[in-house]
């Protein structure tokens, strides 16, 4: 009788487990919303409790991160995070973490109008003037941390361009800028909307405070290659089609040619394939040559003779410059070696290899400073470093710029004491060049993207030699200018 009841018990209590849905067995999906939504209701009664932090922002109430969820710090509660875009759910980690970055950057561009930035902690007019006329800093030292109490003052204004053909600027992309020698004129490569790109020099010499007003001359000279690699004029064009190595004179956008007398036309162009980077030699040694980085060689061109010389590499050759004292062309790789070619050796042998050091990822940008002892270099992992070239060194390191994949120049400024650099986080980083110190952290006045990461040009003589110091930022069709208040 005893046994009788007790399966009958058992049986009564298995139907009813069954005919309750909260035990009938569940697909994993509706297993995981559920949990999702119990663990959001329970972090909303004790976040005490929780000591990890979601995947949120990081000033949201501390909850459990749950995989493949995301739990959002506004409407309290989790959602399912999917990989790649998907039009029903658009919620990807793609997306949050642009919507997080574009809060931050609001956030930044809010605190730097309503106050002032420090380079320093500790550091004021002030200070610096009193241990001046104690004699603690020399002239060179007090002018560097001039330029660094100036720059953390920097205020962005906006230029006024001002053109013959209004509707080009309403709708060309600033590409890069490039300050000539005198930072009077301002040289430009602009994105039109059928593809490539159409050149430009824009007049500084009208950049006075406190109405900021240019005028751009747009030249006829288009190309239907995106321009890659600005060397003074020799420009390297990268698009579907091979390579262009395109060399123009200065005076092709020069407006005050006497009536009747044509312009001069472009000096040359050189159909190179598989080109990545491009420079022209102003070394007396190498007069009238220009060097070409191919996919595992380098490649001298002399101009007016056509004469040619290549040297075998193990890897692609991304950036070059030429050495002015020395007859020396330096190249980074995509290996991360950059080695040195002693111009003088000609290309027979291994002899013409004079230097090498070496990054962990492929070099982007490599600059010669004056005294050419040093060699300042960037790469895609992000790192800045500057070279020793006697004992092959790596004496400082450049720490907060972003970089992953994409081709981003270094602008040293040995005059002011500065090292400017625009990251592919679209945020323009400016360092002392001297103790690597990162002096300010601009972000840009355009939402982040791969298509608007900004180019930038710094000067202390914005205009001439009468100019303004600042820095000139161009970003989408809009040019802006940081000048020192």
């Known amino acids: 009788m005893n046994k009788n009841s007790w399966q009958s018990r058992r049986r009564h209590g298995r139907g009813s487990h069954q005919q309750n849905p909260w035990f009938r067995l569940r697909d994993p999906e509706d297993r995981s919303h559920s949990q999702a939504a119990q663990s959001a209701q329970d972090s909303s009664h004790g976040d005490d409790e929780s000591p990890s932090t979601s995947s949120g922002t990081a000033g949201a109430s501390s909850v459990p991160e749950l995989p493949g969820f995301y739990f959002d710090p506004e409407k309290k509660r989790y959602f399912r995070l999917l990989p790649g875009h998907n039009n029903c759910n658009p919620l990807t980690k793609e997306s949050i973490r642009q919507k997080e970055m574009e809060?931050?950057?609001?956030?930044?561009?809010?605190?730097?109008?309503?106050?002032?930035?420090?380079?320093?902690?500790?550091?004021?007019?002030?200070?610096?003037?009193?241990?001046?006329?104690?004699?603690?800093?020399?002239?060179?030292?007090?002018?560097?941390?001039?330029?660094?109490?100036?720059?953390?003052?920097?205020?962005r204004k906006?230029?006024?361009?001002?053109?013959?053909?209004?509707?080009?600027?309403?709708?060309?992309?600033?590409?890069?800028?490039?300050?000539?020698?005198?930072?009077?004129?301002?040289?430009?490569?602009?994105?039109?909307?059928?593809?490539?790109?159409?050149?430009?020099?824009?007049?500084?010499?009208?950049?006075?405070?406190?109405?900021?007003?240019?005028?751009?001359?747009?030249?006829?000279?288009?190309?239907?290659?995106?321009?890659?690699?600005?060397?003074?004029?020799?420009?390297?064009?990268?698009?579907?089609?091979?390579?262009?190595?395109?060399?123009?004179?200065?005076?092709?956008?020069?407006?005050?040619?006497?009536?009747?007398?044509?312009?001069?036309?472009?000096?040359?162009?050189?159909?190179?394939?598989?080109a990545w980077s491009c420079a022209w030699s102003l070394n007396i040694q190498a007069n009238n040559c220009f060097s070409t980085?191919?996919?595992?060689?380098?490649?001298?061109?002399?101009?007016?003779?056509?004469?040619?010389?290549?040297?075998?590499?193990?890897?692609?050759?991304?950036?070059?410059?030429?050495?002015?004292?020395?007859?020396?062309?330096?190249?980074?790789?995509?290996?991360?070696?950059i080695f040195a070619i002693d111009l003088r050796c000609g290309n027979q042998g291994k002899g013409w290899k004079a230097t090498r050091l070496f990054h962990d990822s492929a070099v982007t940008s490599v600059r010669i400073l004056q005294d050419e002892q040093h060699l300042m270099a960037s790469d895609m992992a992000g790192k800045i470093k500057l070279w020793d070239l006697r004992t092959?060194?790596?004496?400082?390191?450049?720490?907060?710029?972003?970089?992953?994949?994409?081709?981003?120049?270094?602008?040293?400024?040995?005059?002011?004491?500065?090292?400017?650099?625009?990251?592919?986080?679209?945020?323009?980083?400016?360092?002392?060049?001297?103790?690597?110190?990162?002096l300010r952290t601009i972000p840009s006045p355009y939402p982040a993207s791969k298509a608007d990461i900004p180019s930038v040009a710094f000067s202390s003589r914005l205009g001439g030699s009468r100019g303004a110091p600042g820095l000139l930022m161009a970003v989408g069709q809009d040019l802006y200018c940081y000048s020192y208040s």
């Open 158 to 274: 906006k230029v006024q361009i001002r053109s013959l053909d209004p509707s080009a600027l309403a709708s060309d992309r600033f590409n890069l800028i490039l300050a000539d020698t005198n930072s009077d004129r301002l040289f430009t490569v602009n994105d039109v909307k059928v593809g490539g790109s159409k050149y430009g020099i824009i007049n500084l010499q009208s950049l006075k405070t406190p109405t900021l007003k240019v005028f751009m001359h747009e030249n006829l000279y288009f190309t239907n290659r995106k321009v890659h690699c600005p060397s003074l004029l020799c420009l390297m064009g990268l698009a579907e089609t091979p390579g262009c190595a395109t060399l123009l004179p200065a005076s092709l956008f020069v407006n005050s040619h006497p009536a009747g007398i044509d312009r001069p036309g472009m000096l040359c162009s050189f159909r190179i394939p598989g």
């Open 103 to 155: 809060s931050k950057r609001l956030r930044l561009l809010e605190e730097e109008d309503k106050q002032k930035k420090i380079a320093r902690m500790g550091f004021n007019a002030s200070s610096m003037l009193r241990k001046s006329q104690l004699g603690f800093l020399n002239v060179t030292n007090y002018c560097h941390l001039a330029h660094e109490l100036r720059l953390s003052c920097m205020e």
């Open 293 to 337: 980085g191919l996919s595992r060689r380098v490649l001298l061109t002399n101009v007016v003779t056509g004469h040619r010389q290549s040297f075998g590499t193990n890897s692609d050759v991304l950036a070059q410059q030429f050495a002015l004292m020395v007859p020396l062309l330096f190249n980074g790789c995509r290996s991360g070696e």
């Open 392 to 438: 092959t060194k790596c004496i400082r390191q450049y720490e907060g710029h972003v970089n992953e994949y994409a081709y981003l120049p270094l602008h040293v400024h040995e005059e002011e004491g500065v090292l400017v650099a625009v990251g592919q986080d679209c945020y323009t980083r400016i360092w002392s060049l001297h103790d690597a110190h990162l």
